[in-house]
């Protein structure tokens, strides 16, 4: 009589398990897992075959990545505020700065919060390496525009977590607003799904 074969509920939840497992291993490793490394997890959920075990790794991949390049979306308009910061110093003063990108940040905090691309993240998470920079270059506008080094200090050190804190208070009502939205949907969801009681 041949062995019986394992259930489909049994493989889900070891590929479930699995998927918990490598969820906790760092993205580069991931990509990378060694042959023994593939043969040892192999061993610890048996129930999986190497086509099964390859769907749930790059599952888990694609998940991190996906994760990852959220948490980076949401520091692109700090990226972008400190660059027209910088910008509007240079062409004006550090006062009309201070205003435009405040505007810029509460405005771009809003938009991403409702809005994500992949594609033009990809594009936009480059600015990042433009900011380090450009705090150098505040530094010499205002040297230039004859400032104490001390106010100058202070301008960079508010620009930077400045930025950050106002960026994050300018989540707070954007992010009720959806998770209001999403809570009266899934209530609209339900009531629509209940029996409808005969006249």
């Given amino acids: 009589m041949p062995p019986a074969q394992p259930s489909k509920d049994a493989r889900t939840e070891q590929g479930q398990q699995l998927a918990r497992r490598l969820y906790d291993y760092k993205l580069n490793k991931l990509e990378n897992l060694s042959e023994a490394e593939k043969g040892d997890l192999l061993k610890e959920y048996p ?3 190497e086509t099964e075990f390859q769907y749930v790794v790059q599952q888990v991949i694609e998940t991190r990545r996906y994760t990852q390049e959220r948490v980076g979306w949401q520091a692109i308009p700090h990226d972008i505020t400190v660059l027209t910061i910088v910008a509007v110093t240079a062409l004006g003063n550090v006062q009309a700065a201070a205003i435009v990108g405040l505007a810029v940040l509460i405005f ?6 409702f809005y994500f691309d992949r594609r033009l993240y990809r594009i936009l998470s480059w600015l990042v390496w433009f900011t380090y920079p450009a705090y150098i270059l505040l530094a010499y506008i205002l040297s230039r525009q004859g400032y104490e080094w001390t106010w100058i200090v202070l301008a960079i050190a508010l620009t930077w977590g400045g930025t950050y804190l106002i960026g994050a208070l300018a989540r707070i ?3 009720f607003f959806i998770e209001g939205r999403a809570k009266g949907k899934a209530e609209a969801d339900r009531r629509e799904a209940l029996p409808k009681k005969k006249k």
């Fill in 47 to 49: 129930l999986l075959g």
């Fill in 108 to 113: 771009l905090e809003g938009l991403f919060q």
């Fill in 173 to 175: 009502p954007v992010r």
